[in-house]
């Protein structure tokens, strides 16, 4: 059983900061490649970012890239997605989940554990 659980959502300011913590359940956290997805009202749930199982390699949606890093600390088996310049598009619920591979796709149907998602309001 792998459980995800985020945190470190809220509000902030157009131009602020947020970190966003993922925690994972699981002995095999390192094998496999986790992402990071977004939803906001009304919208589809969409890619923001993937890291590889060993945080070799990262991917970044275009809208995000330059902004946002996604990081991974295989020992805590923790992913972080640090979000700079923040706007108020970004205001979504974020999402963790674990690839079914071990490099990170773009969709949803690539990953098969979900958290439970953590809110993030950009304030114009």
């Known amino acids: 059983q792998v459980q995800l659980v985020e945190s470190g959502g809220g509000l902030v300011q157009t131009g602020g900061s947020l970190r966003l913590s993922c925690a994972a359940s699981?002995?095999?956290?390192?094998?496999?490649?986790m992402g990071w997805f977004r939803q906001a009202p009304g919208k589809e749930r969409e890619f923001v970012s993937g890291?590889?199982?060993?945080?070799?390699?990262?991917s970044y949606a275009d809208s995000v890239k330059g902004r946002f890093t996604c990081s991974r600390d295989n020992a805590k088996n923790m992913v972080y997605l640090q979000m700079n310049s923040l706007k108020p598009e970004d205001t979504a619920v974020y999402y963790c989940?674990?690839?079914?591979?071990?490099?990170?796709?773009?969709?949803?149907?690539?990953?098969?554990?979900w958290g439970q998602g953590t809110q993030v309001t950009v304030s114009s």
């Open positions: 989940a674990r690839s079914k591979l071990a490099r990170p796709g773009m969709g949803t149907y690539e990953y098969d554990y």
């Open positions: 890291i590889s199982w060993g945080g070799g390699s990262t």
């Open positions: 699981g002995r095999t956290f390192s094998s496999y490649a």
